[in-house]
């Protein structure tokens, strides 16, 4: 069973920077692509950025390009979103999430429904 545990969230100013960490169980995470979606209170989950299994291929939502950046790190299982100019529209629950399937060489998805795994999200607040 894959365990997806997110952290680095707090309290920030706008303007302000965090990095968020999604550390995975198992030997197998370098052979999945990873994201991050989040969810503002009374809104549907958003896609915000992924990152293929190679990590040679990454996707942004529009809303954070220019400002956010995500990586990984195979060898320690661990996912990294780095986020800058913060705005209190960012204000969110943050999830990370595996993908369903093994090496997938496609675009990068964006849907909820291509992650099969979920963290239990790490609340990101960005003061105005």
């Known amino acids: 069973q894959v365990q997806l545990v997110e952290s680095g969230g707090g309290l920030v100013q706008a303007g302000g920077s965090l990095r968020l960490s999604c550390v995975a169980s198992g030997r197998l995470f370098s052979q999945y692509a990873i994201a991050w979606f989040r969810q503002a209170p009374g809104k549907e989950g958003d896609f915000v950025a992924a990152?293929?299994?190679?990590?040679?291929?990454?996707d942004y939502a529009d809303s954070v390009k220019g400002r956010f950046t995500i990586s990984r790190d195979n060898a320690k299982n661990t996912v990294y979103l780095q986020m800058n100019s913060l705005k209190p529209e960012d204000t969110a629950v943050y999830y990370c999430a595996q993908h369903r399937r093994a090496f997938y060489s496609g675009s990068i998805p964006t849907f909820r429904s291509d992650y099969a795994y979920w963290g239990q999200g790490t609340q990101v607040t960005v003061s105005s």
């Open positions: 990152i293929s299994w190679r990590g040679d291929s990454t």
